[in-house]
Nanobody, 120 residues
Framework: VQLQASGGGLVQAGDSLRLSCAAS????????MGWFRQAPGKKREFVAG????????IYADSVKGRFTTSKDNAKNTVYLQMNSLKPEDTAVYYC??????????????WGQGTLVTVSS
């Protein structure tokens, strides 16, 4: 299974970006999907998770109300819509798949990262 994240880039504070993560190799329609990020010099942290059917989502407090994750099982793709971006959102963003937990407690697959840089 390969998870391909895309959509990162350089934006200004207050702008929006949408990240995508497409899966290939097998369908992930039965998997919860999630997003993590890692800023320079910091540990990787959980950002958002979505249940296998998209009915349930959870977010880190730092992004709640600004980020929205969604899932299109027909396209085998998960999205992260990021609004009102802040410089502290600058990080490499990773997608992940977990067969059991929307909290991403036991990751089965990781995607490669996509860099998001937010300038002030």
């Amino acid at each position: 299974v390969q998870l391909q994240a895309s959509g990162g880039g350089l934006v200004q504070a207050g702008d929006s970006l949408r990240l995508s993560c497409a899966a290939s190799g097998r369908t992930l329609s039965s998997y919860a999907m999630g997003w993590f990020r890692q800023a320079p010099g910091k540990k990787r942290e959980f950002v958002a998770g979505i249940s296998w059917n998209g009915a349930y989502t959870i977010y880190a407090d730092s992004v709640k109300g600004r980020f929205t994750t969604s899932k299109d099982n027909a396209k085998n793709t998960v999205y992260l819509q990021m609004n009102s971006l802040k410089p502290e959102d600058t990080a490499v963003y990773y997608c992940a798949a977990d067969a059991r937990y929307v909290t991403m407690s036991r990751i089965d697959y990781w995607g490669q990262g996509t860099l998001v840089t937010v300038s002030s």
